[in-house]
Structure formats: C-alpha cells, structure tokens
C-alpha cells in the first residue's frame, strides 16, 4: 500500500540503501584518501590522524 512499518526502516536502510548506494566504500575511500585510516590484510585501522581528529571531534560536540 505504498508504506513501510517504522519498525522496518533500519532494516531497509542498512540492507537496502547503504548496499544500493555503497556508502560504505564511498566512506572508505574518503578516509583512506584523508589519511584518516589504512586498510592491511582486509582490516580496518585508524592512523595517529584519525586518533587525533577523532579525539578533537569528541571534545568540541562534548563542549560546543
């Protein structure tokens, strides 16, 4: 009947949209070209600048 149950939308949107869309590598990509992680033997690390930014973004949502 042309809407989905609010209970639904998560799922949709983790298994449908973010796959469709391929937010996930577009996400990826960004850091790697930001410097912000590095990927090695198919894992997922943060850099001492994703630390650092990290850190940074944290303090400044906690006190602005």
Same mark, same amino acid.
């Given at each position: 009947?042309?809407?989905?149950?609010?209970s !639904?939308?998560?799922? =949709?949107?983790? &298994?449908?949209?973010?796959?469709?869309?391929?937010?996930i590598?577009?996400?990826? $990509?960004?850091?790697?070209? !930001?410097?912000?992680? =590095?990927?090695? &033997?198919?894992?997922?690390?943060?850099?001492?600048l994703?630390?650092?930014?990290? $850190?940074?973004?944290?303090?400044?949502?906690?006190?602005?």
């Amino acid at each position: 009947g042309g809407s989905i149950k609010k209970s !639904s939308l998560q799922k =949709i949107f983790i &298994n449908e949209y973010m796959e469709e869309h391929q937010l996930i590598q577009i996400r990826l $990509t960004e850091q790697l070209e !930001s410097g912000t992680i =590095i990927i090695n &033997n198919n894992c997922v690390k943060i850099t001492k600048l994703g630390e650092t930014l990290s $850190t940074f973004s944290k303090i400044f949502r906690k006190h602005y």
